[in-house]
């Protein structure tokens, strides 16, 4: 059998500082904001209506933060967490430049941490992953730290580093769209007419009724976002699995 | 809990004249198009294709009909049905500008009659509902009855007004697009050699062929519509419910 | 009941020879590309990102091969394959001018040959099909075979043709991209190392990690293709014909 089948990263294949350019950059179109929509149901009118969104001086509707949050995770997948067991968290999420349709994304991770586990089978791996747009800019970027199996558990641990992950992101650190302008905001359009001082710190909100997810909803959407996590497709695998059943890709 | 969950109206909220400017303005897009296409199976040449247009005279494919009318009744939902227990009829219902991708619609809703019934439990509401774009044409517009329950059983009756609603739209009241030239019109293109004078009153046609619609499907559609309505979406919640299952929406 | 119902062509319909112009021309949409992505999980580069078309010269990102080519098959199906019971095979299949979201597709088919099978209710039809641009460019052309069955097993049987299909389509028949320019063609950001020379004649290459197909996935592609062979979508129908189940279209 050729050898040209990948099979990602390996706990020992990473390196603290190392960078890695992730394939497939992707312009985004409103066809993955028609699918995005169709599959989560968003109702935000910024992302809905280009008038909305002139309404605030944006030249058009941005695409959902979630689906550009989403597409760049998709491709930090084949390198950081193929061999991952589990997703365990997430740091210092900020949003940078609005995504357009038509802005094409490009990911790197750098590796941040990391963090051999007492079976000597798996590892943590921190990351910084960074989406950006054509033109260089910082469409977003998060931490992320994952649990990643070893290809061989003789293999050395490599030495101990935990990076030092803030609680929140700082007020002063999140990115203000430019020039946007919020005098004329229409909460009939929007849908609410709860602005930002109407909410409390502690307040509880049932978001009432629930959805249920089919297997080809999780998968259409794992596949619009290029993530190749192969939990999330093969029922005939899966059902040998941990859970018996499919994992449903939560972002 | 907090009290920001909406509820949406219930039957005494109604009053006959009232008009309730609806939420979440929606630019259509070529993605749109596509997802409604990959849910229904539609062939219309003059809807799939520019060229087809541009030989009626038409600058590109307008959107199908039936793909606006259901964005605009999606619109509608969060404010007049989300308590109803029955969609019971439409009426005078008329297109009017043709949508294309990249024109957003607005939607309204007058209250045109009211009558509560006789368990006191319910109420029968009357609406006319007009779909908008972006330059105030008006897109569609159309009579909905249709039940919804009251908040307090107590509360008192209102005075029962019944709508007159025409059988059908007089031929003068249809919309004809301006500029439309049929001369060159392609039946092998479009794939059917029958035309307006090939159809007899009475005639009934078998439209061979069914489809099973899978419930990834109509809550696809329905959330690409940006349609509430629980009854579509919660298994869990609708396996106790009346029917057993979730209810395909049906426009 | 009405003859407007279309019953498709029988195998004794066909004449070696004749061209068979087909319905619905299809403008190829972002929104088209989206889906695709979303069930296919596709991941080329070249088709995922206008910034690395443009790096090989390309105006943008050009549509898939694969969903031109299901598009121009769905347009074969209602004149060709309704009434089939078998798609055979295919032949010299050949991609010419690129097709870019905006093109709009038609197609045609040719007879080139007809063979009654022995139990006289059924015979092998032989097309070539082809797809062309709103500029007469042809998109692809490919030959293909499908067991059809007869409308009266009493109809005399055609004389036989059999085409000569070439095992391969030469070297010289293929067609490249005018202008194309890989001196800037990125590795990482394509995702693969493996260039032509890294591949050998009789390489067995293992595409890890498979996928379960959804019904209303290959519905949804097949709708998307605006495909009507009945086969794939009725569930009542199907569990009483010959698999018991709903067919997956598979190009």
Chains 1, 2, 3 share one sequence.
């Not at 950059?25 to 993955?32: F, H, K, L, V």
């Not at 030249?59 to 084949?78: E, H, I, M």
């Not at 740091?91 to 490009?106: I, K, M, N, Q, S």
């Amino acid at each position: 059998m050729s050898e040209k089948t990948r099979q990602g990263n390996f706990f020992e294949d990473f390196r603290v500082g190392q960078t890695i350019a992730h394939a497939t950059p992707r312009t985004i179109t409103e066809g993955d904001v028609a699918l995005y929509t169709a599959l989560t149901g968003s109702r935000f009118a910024l992302t809905s209506a280009d008038t909305f969104a002139h309404s605030l001086s944006f030249p058009r509707s941005p695409v959902d933060n979630l689906l550009a949050f989403n597409v760049v995770f998709g491709k930090t997948v084949p390198d950081i967490s193929l061999n991952a067991i589990a997703n365990l968290g997430y740091a210092t999420g900020r949003f940078g430049h609005r995504v357009y349709p038509g802005d094409t994304l490009t990911a790197d991770s750098t590796v941040i941490g990391l963090k051999e586990n007492r079976d000597g089978k798996t590892g943590i791996v921190y990351v910084r992953s960074c989406g950006v747009n054509q033109r260089g800019q910082i469409a977003l970027d998060y931490c992320r730290w994952v649990m990643v199996r070893k290809r061989d558990p003789a293999s050395p641990a490599p030495d101990t580093v935990i990076p030092e992950l803030h609680d929140a992101v700082a007020a002063s650190d999140l990115v203000i769209p430019a020039g946007i302008r919020l005098e004329d905001y229409d909460t009939t359009l929007s849908g609410s007419a709860d602005l930002w001082d109407d909410y409390r710190v502690g307040e509880r909100i049932d978001h009432v009724d629930g959805m249920t997810i089919e297997e080809s909803e999780h998968m259409m959407a794992t596949r619009l976002y290029q993530n190749t996590a192969r939990v999330h497709f093969n029922q005939h695998a899966e059902k040998e699995g941990r859970f018996g059943r499919r994992i449903v890709y939560g972002g």
